[in-house]
């Protein structure tokens, strides 16, 4: 089965390659699954299975909002994090920041 991103072999336009600054949130998800990984969690073909797997209206989302997608719902079944642990601490921290205004 042929899933939402597989574009092997479709006609394709061009690359974009312009740059855009990585968001510090992004840069944290990326040291935190490093670090999963590094510990022995998780592999990078586990989180690829949940990237490949997003439905079309969440892959259709920037690069790293589909990270953290996956990342979520990996961790899940990993039973290290549910998603409501997840959203709940992601909630105090912005609150912590709004605060910090």
């Known amino acids: 089965m ?3 991103h597989d574009m092997g072999g479709n006609p394709a336009g061009p690359i974009e390659l ?3 600054p990585t968001e510090p949130w992004a840069k944290t998800l990326t040291a935190v699954f490093g ?4 510990k022995g969690l998780s592999t990078v073909d586990e989180l690829r ?3 490949e797997d997003l439905p079309p209206e969440v892959y259709d989302r920037g690069y790293f909002q589909r990270w953290a ?3 979520c719902d990996h961790l899940e079944e990993k039973g290290l994090l549910t998603r ?3 959203e709940a601490r992601m909630e105090t921290i912005k609150a912590e920041l709004e605060a910090k205004k």
């Open 69 to 71: 997608e996956a990342a």
């Open 84 to 86: 409501a642990e997840v």
């Open 2 to 4: 042929r899933r939402h």
């Open 49 to 51: 299975r949940h990237l």
């Open 18 to 20: 312009d740059e855009v």
């Open 35 to 38: 670090a999963v990984r590094e």
